[in-house]
Structures are given as C-alpha cells and as structure tokens.
C-alpha cells in the first residue's frame, strides 16, 4: 500500500527567510503524481504545486519550488521569501498516475508559522 | 461557478442522532471525493463517485455512513447513529477524469461536532 509521511509536525521560518518541508512516501508503482496542499486555519485546502513521476525536472511555482528525489522517494516542498500569508497547515499527497481511479493519499501535514 | 460549496459549514449534533452533509462540486468535474479530516491529522479517504456511480469506498466507511450522488451532479453524505467519534472535519473534493494528475479542488468542509 502507497504510504505518505512528513516527519516534521511543526516548523517555524522567519519572514522573508526560506523553509523547506520534507515527504517521503512509498510506492511500487512507477507512474504517479505528487501534490503539496496549503490549508490555512478554517479555510479549505489548496494546491500549491504538483510533480509528474516521470519529469525529472523540479516543479517551480513562484516562491514554491520541490526538491524530488524519484530514487530516495523523497518529495520536499521550499519555500522561498516566507511570507506572513504562508502560515498555515501543508499536506504532501499523492496518487497513483496512468488513469487509474486511484485517490489522493496524504501525510499528516505539517504546520508552518511564520515569525515577523 | 465559484469552485466546490459544502453545507453547512458546522453541525452540532446528539450522540445518536442522523446528520446529512451535502456537497456542490464543480459543474464540468464528473469526479466527486469525500474525505474526512480529524484534529492534527490529514485527510483520509471515505469514497468517490464517476458521475453518479460510487466506485470506491474505504473501510473507513462503515454501514452508518451512506452517500449518494443521484444525478451525477451534487453528493449527499449521511451518518447514522452518531457518534463521539465521528467527529471531524468532512471535506468534498471534485476533479475532472481525463485531468486526474491536477489534484482535486477541495471545498471548505462540514465540521461535525457530536456531543
């Protein structure tokens, strides 16, 4: 079974600094996606970046950008000039890719605070 | 179209009593998920519908829940006899089939309180 784990519970970074969030997940498969969502407090969960398996080139999105590491399983999320309006909860998921009906696996989040 | 809408946002109920959630997805997406999201965790997975057929439902979802998806468009989820520890965030997400590498587009949630 497809497993997502991000080790960190809590991270802290100050404004204007750069945070990375770490993932690992687990998988047979060779063909899938991964995702970082944001959820601020009481407001719904949105995507932030994704990752094709098969790209070898690290998705980028404005100040977001992922380190993956197809070999070592290892998806992380960086953050670049935090910004106050990043505090919130971020959830790495993934699905299995090729059509499958398969749904999004997530880890246990981790919560970022930005410090002013 | 202004992305995926929940109803109600927050429901309080007694121990025992029958709730339903109701999920408006995006018009053009034919893919439905509903999740549900304890404290400090992230979300696990409860079933998902191809228009209006359930295809997949998670052991999570025990013989109290049930949810339909009638006429392909919004999602009922109801939860029967509740408990203490059906409490939670319940979260609908919907995407489009042939984009399935896009992620989903989630909606705001139904937190449910039983007390």
């Known amino acids: 079974a497809q497993t997502v784990t991000q080790s960190q519970p809590e991270m802290s970074v100050q404004e204007a600094e750069t945070v990375t969030l770490s993932c690992t997940y687990d998988t047979s498969e060779s063909d899938y996606y991964l995702f970082w969502y944001k959820q601020p407090p009481s407001r719904q969960m949105i995507l932030v970046i994704r990752q094709e398996a098969y790209k070898q080139q690290n998705a980028t999105e404005n100040r977001f950008s992922v380190n993956f590491q197809k070999a070592a399983k290892s998806f992380s999320l960086k953050i670049s000039d935090s910004q106050l309006g990043d505090a919130a909860m971020y959830f790495c998921a993934y699905r299995v890719g090729g059509g499958s009906q398969g749904n999004l696996i997530f880890g246990k989040g981790t919560k970022l605070s930005v410090k002013p | 179209d202004t992305g995926v809408s929940q109803d109600p946002r927050h429901k309080i109920t007694k121990r025992g009593q029958n709730v339903t959630f109701r999920c408006d997805p995006i018009?053009?997406?034919?893919?439905l998920y509903w999740y549900r999201q304890t404290l400090g965790q992230g979300p696990e997975f409860l079933t998902y519908f191809q228009n209006e057929a359930q295809l997949e439902k998670s052991r999570l979802l025990s013989d109290r829940f049930s949810a339909e998806r009638p006429k392909g468009s919004f999602s009922t989820l109801e939860i029967q006899r509740t408990e203490q520890g059906d409490s939670a965030m319940y979260l609908c997400?919907?995407?489009?089939?042939?984009?399935?590498?896009?992620?989903?587009?989630f909606g705001s949630g139904t937190r449910l309180t039983v007390v």
């Open positions: 997400a919907s995407s489009l089939s042939t984009f399935s590498g896009y992620g989903y587009t």
């Open positions: 018009s053009e997406h034919n893919r």
